[in-house]
């Protein structure tokens, strides 16, 4: 069953266009994460969904009906916002209870739910307390609480965390999953934070200038991005990438800047993709590609090693405790970063192999930026 659907949505101010025409379904008690950097749109499309900004194009459906005519307050749902936007002379309880009291909800049934959401977010000891004398973290915990009270069918939550040091962005992040479950509401969560998307999300949709680029589980965003910009704007550290160029002579191999030459391309998952019309014409232009590989599938190994495919310069070792990160670079290009394990002893200025998992190479068309596939395993 659908929980929000959104048919041709789009915003414009002016010459400028916030949200191009898109269509998104999310399901009944689906939890859907709105990923996208700065000014992407996202906030928009959540405004539009709440009904506090007008579409300029298109259509919004709410557990299968029509809202666009309904005001934002009939459209059953509950939006949580960055900044709080608590009222500072009421208490805890008051603002949990303001928009029930509003409503003229009989005054037993708020105290029900009253005690119902702080009894499920921890705030029964804080409730005549004002929002100046509690911290950051139980102050969303009551913005979060104003929206369960009315017990919307859908939530709306525009980067709610965000205000949050990195612990208790955790924390909370842990906490809506688990309302989430215990509610089976239908949540849109939006978000510039891929870690925080990747964790929350089951799926994830990638907005970048207005229009969706891509949507899916977090394993497959992560897997098999769409295109460049989904590739590097997920994961972190991000893609290490190589500019090259994909001959369609010569057995059709990847040679990727100077000193690295991949083989494989021909094991390109798309490969019509790749078969143009004309050959004669393929063989004139090689195409431009850009190459991917992400840290955890590049291997360190010794320079000149027999499985190295191309030899690099340590320039930094980051070393969190986990996990070293090294950044190194070379004739090929870079810098990249790879993860190894912190029991590898390596330092900056030392000479490395880099050995490269090619079937978790990805290839991107330069100009179009879209993902053609994966090379296979190398060739001998
Ligand atoms: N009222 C407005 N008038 C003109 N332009 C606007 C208005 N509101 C938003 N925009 C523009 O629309 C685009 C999308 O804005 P939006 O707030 O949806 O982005 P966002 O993805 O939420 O960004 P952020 O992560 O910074 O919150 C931006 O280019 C923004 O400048
Ligand atoms: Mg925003």
Not at 271 to 299: C, F, H, N, Y
Not at 340 to 352: F, I, K, T
Request: with cysteine; hydrophobic share 40%.
């Amino acid at each position: 069953m659908v929980g929000v659907r959104l048919s041709g949505l789009g915003k414009r101010f002016g010459d400028v266009v916030a949200v191009h025409p898109l269509d998104l379904e999310v399901g009944r008690g689906e939890l859907l994460v709105l990923l996208g950097p700065s000014g992407c749109g996202k906030s928009t499309v959540l405004r539009m969904i709440a009904g506090i900004e007008e579409p300029s194009c298109g259509e919004v459906h709410i557990g299968g009906s029509r809202v666009d005519d309904v005001e934002p307050a009939g459209r059953d749902v509950a939006m949580v916002f960055q900044s709080y936007a608590l009222y500072p002379h009421m208490t805890v309880r008051q603002n949990l209870s303001f928009g029930l009291r509003m409503r003229r909800t009989p005054s037993e049934e708020i105290e029900r739910k009253v005690r119902w959401a702080s009894g499920i977010l921890g705030l029964d000891t804080l409730l005549d307390r004002r929002p100046g004398q509690l911290s950051g973290g139980q102050r969303q915990r009551v913005a979060l609480g104003r929206a369960m009270v009315r017990e919307p069918s859908v939530f709306l939550f525009d980067e709610p965390l965000s205000n949050l040091d990195a612990r208790l962005r955790a924390e909370m992040r842990d906490e809506i999953a688990a309302l989430h479950r215990r509610l089976g509401a239908t949540m849109i969560f939006v978000t510039h934070d891929q870690v925080e998307a990747m964790s929350l999300g089951q799926r994830v949709a990638v907005l970048e200038g207005g229009t969706i680029q891509q949507c899916g589980t977090p394993l497959e965003v992560y897997r098999e991005p769409a295109n460049l910009f989904v590739a590097t704007f997920v994961g972190t550290p991000p893609l290490n990438t190589v500019e090259g160029v994909l001959g369609h002579d010569g057995g059709g191999v990847v040679f990727l800047g100077g000193g690295l030459t991949l083989a494989g391309a021909d094991a390109l998952d798309a490969p019509g993709s790749l078969a143009p019309d004309d050959d004669a014409e393929a063989d004139a232009q090689a195409r431009p590609v850009v190459a991917g590989i992400r840290p955890e599938d590049v291997t360190l190994v010794g320079a000149g090693a027999a499985t190295a495919h191309v030899d690099a310069d340590v320039l930094r070792v980051e070393a969190l405790g986990s996990e070293l990160l090294v950044h190194v670079g070379g004739a090929y290009g870079g810098p990249w970063i790879v993860r190894a394990s912190s029991d590898l002893e390596v330092a900056a200025g030392d000479r490395v192999g880099l050995e490269l998992a090619t079937e978790r190479v990805h290839v991107f068309d330069a100009v179009t930026g879209r993902r053609l596939g994966t090379l296979g395993s190398r060739e001998a």
